[in-house]
């Protein structure tokens, strides 16, 4: 079983605008309400990817009941501790020019009920795998993670961490089967401002000498590079799109991994998986049966289109493997409810009949050592 931990859950209440101005009445031409917290966005994509996980974590008050009902009805199954006191976070997502958020702090946790989580941990047994995704509180101690790690520590189970900085450095001596810091993540813990290629490659070897088995380094519009515990470097595009909502993205990488990682064991697989996912990510309106962090066309994505076929998916003419890096084939599909315009990595999902029809350039994945 997979489980994944979310200290802090929050509704997100997302809000469109065409200019956001301070001091000012602002309105929205459009709103959402989406269940988050990075543990909760990647134990929803597992779902969508027909992999299911344990949510685990703290709610209170009644947004922790809206939170608790929302991520079920999403089809997760969970098993939150109820806190006696305060309110789970509700934050402010604007969707204007540039994305502008106000994040909550969120309630308190006790001793006591800290305590709990750690007695849900210890039912992890050999095999299973434990994701720890995102900050932390600041009423729970700060080497959380590593008391997490503990815990589980004579067990064989592979935990993921998601996480930035500090928090991320301070697990490394327990080995985590990985880590998924992005670019300017990798660059700030080492004191630097930005990564070349070889910069890059550099400091994620340092992360893999420090411990870490597997380093997965997200870089937006330009894709990912995976460094394994064996040694091989993969690295992988996205095809280019509008962002619409860049809210979750990270997150469901972490799951197109894991979910095809638990089912292959298989790394070339999981960071195409990965990298789909990622991509997916981006409903513009609740309602439209697209996003790959909430309701799911990853799956879709995956499903239809398969980051190891070039073809004409779902038009009943035969696929074909890619044959070079370098060619870009044309592939159409459609996912029943929604066009998905480009390929697995484009942000820009668009509402369209059954009949809408995208074409995609065949994604790439190179790898060196």
């Avoid at 515990?229 to 595009?237: A, F, L, P, Q, T």
């Avoid at 499903?303 to 592939?331: I, K, N, Q, V």
């Amino acid at each position: 079983m997979i489980y994944t931990v979310t200290l802090n859950p929050a509704i997100d209440y997302a809000m469109h605008v065409d200019n956001l101005t301070a001091g000012q009445v602002n309105r929205s031409h459009g709103e959402y309400v989406l269940y988050g917290g990075k543990g909760i966005n990647v134990s929803t994509v597992l779902h969508n990817l027909g992999v299911e996980s344990i949510a685990l974590g703290f709610v209170a008050g009644f947004t922790g009941e809206e939170i608790e009902n929302g991520v079920k009805n999403l089809g997760v199954q969970t098993d939150f501790i109820h806190l006696n006191s305060g309110l789970s976070r509700i934050n402010v997502k604007v969707k204007g020019t540039k994305e502008t958020d106000i994040n909550a702090a969120g309630p308190e946790i006790s001793k006591d009920e800290l305590e709990k989580l750690f007695k849900k941990l210890e039912k992890i047994k050999d095999g299973d795998m434990l994701i720890l995704a995102g900050a932390i509180p600041k009423s729970v101690p700060e080497d959380i993670y590593e008391q997490f790690i503990e815990r589980i520590s004579g067990k064989n189970v592979n935990v993921v961490v998601d996480a930035t900085k500090e928090l991320l450095l301070n697990v490394l001596k327990y080995r985590p089967f990985l880590i998924k810091p992005n670019n300017h993540e990798l660059a700030e813990m080492f004191g630097k401002t930005s990564l070349d290629e070889e910069q890059m490659n550099y400091y994620a070897g340092k992360l893999q000498d420090m411990g870490a088995k597997n380093v997965l380094v997200s870089m937006a519009g330009d894709g990912a590079v995976l460094f394994t515990e064996n040694k091989k470097v993969y690295k992988i595009g996205v095809a280019k799109g509008q962002v619409v909502n860049s809210v979750g993205a990270g997150d469901s990488m972490v799951a197109g991994f894991v979910a095809s990682y638990f089912k292959d064991r298989n790394y070339e697989k999981a960071l195409k998986y990965a990298t789909a996912a990622g991509g997916a990510t981006a409903p513009p309106y609740q309602g439209l049966d697209c996003g790959g962090a909430y309701p799911g066309s990853a799956s879709a994505l995956l499903r239809y289109a398969g980051w190891d076929d070039c073809g004409d998916a779902g038009t009943g003419r035969p696929e074909r493997p890619c044959s070079h890096p370098s060619e870009l084939s044309r592939s159409r599909y459609t996912t029943g409810s929604c066009c998905i315009s480009g390929w697995p990595g484009s942000r820009r999902i668009s509402p369209h009949t059954s009949s809408g029809i995208a074409d995609m350039p065949c994604p790439v994945l190179y790898s060196y050592s």
